[in-house]
C-alpha cells in the first residue's frame, strides 16, 4: 500500500514536469487530483487497510496530496513566467524613435478662398455659403436670364433634372455663385455685405484656364447710396492686399445680364509683366473677375426697392488668384492630385 502510494507520487511528479504547457498541466490536474483522478481513487482504498494502520495512511496520504498541489502550483507559475517572457521578447522596443507621422496642409485652393475671405472680411463683408445644387430659378430666371435668351450661352450647363432645361422646374449644378445674391436678398433686410466662396460646375472642354469644376467668391453689398465707386475702391483694396501696390488692375466694360453696367477687373500678366505672352494670350492682362452694379430688375424681384437700394456685386475665380499669385500655369493641376504639386504650397 504505502509502495502504491510511493509509485504513485513519483510518476505523478514526473508527469507533472513533463506537461510542456498549461493545458497539459490542466489535464494533469484532472487526471491525478481531479474527483476520479488517481490521488482519490488510493484514498478510497483506506477501507481495505487495517484499522491500526488507517491513521498512518491518512497522514502519508494527506501529506502527499499537499506535495502534488504545490508542485502543481509551481509548475503552473513557471509555465506562465515562461510564456510572459516569450511575450516580452516579442514586445515593440518602446525605446526606438516613433515613424514621423505624414502632416498634411490645406489645398492651394483652401488656402487661397481663406485668404481671400480674410481681406473681405476685415472689409466688413461675411462669409456665406450655399447649395451646389441650384434651380434653374435662382441660377438663371432670378438674375435676369430667361428661358432661351441668348446669354445662357454663356453658360455651359450641367443638368440634374433628367428633362434638363425642359423640366417643369429644371435643376443643375450651379455655373456660378450668383445665384446667392438672390438667395441671400430674399433672407435678409438691407444693408448687405456678404462674401460666398463654393464650387462651380460647367460643361466645358477644359484648356489651362478653363475646368468643369472650379471655385468662385462671389461678393454682394446692397445698400442706400452705394454707387460704382464703391465697387472700384473695394476690388482696388483687394487687388492691392492680395498682390501687392506693383500689380497693375483693369476695369473694363463687360456685360453680365444681372449687372447694369458691367465690368471685369484684370490684373496684368505675372509671367510677362504686361509684356504679352502664351498665358495671357498676347494680351498682357488675365481676367480675374466679373462685377458690376446689381441690376434693379434682379433687386425688384428679391423684393428690395430699386429706387432706393443699390448695390455692387462681383465674381471672381480664386484659382485665378491662385495661379496669378503663384505662377501657375495651368488650372487642371489643382485637381489633378498630383502630390507633386500640391506639396508645393
Ligand atoms: N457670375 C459671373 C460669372 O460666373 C461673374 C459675375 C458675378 C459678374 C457678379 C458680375 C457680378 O461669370
Redo the contacts with the bound molecule.
Sequence with gaps: MADDATILLDQALRDLEAAADEPAVEAWRIAVLGRNGSLNALMSRIGAIPTDERRAFGAAANQMKQQMEAAFAERNEALRRASLERETAQAIDVTLPGRPLAIGHYHPTTQIVREISGIFERMGFSVVEGPEVEWDYYNFEALNIPKDHPARD?WDTIWVSPEGPRAEKPMLMR????PM?VRVMEQTEPPIRVIVPGR?YRYEATDATHESMFY?I?GLAVDEGIGLADLKGTLYEFARQMFGEQRKVRFRCDY?P??EP?VDMSIDCFKCDGKGCRTCKNSGWIEI????MVHPEVLRRAGYDPDRYTGF???MGPERVAMLRYGIEDIRLFYANDLRFLRQF
Excluded at 289 to 292: E, F, I, P, R, S
Design positions: 454663356m455655373t456660378h455663385t450668383s445674391q462651380c468662385q462671389e453680365f444681372f449687372v458691367g473677375l466679373g462685377a458690376g456685386a462681383f465674381g
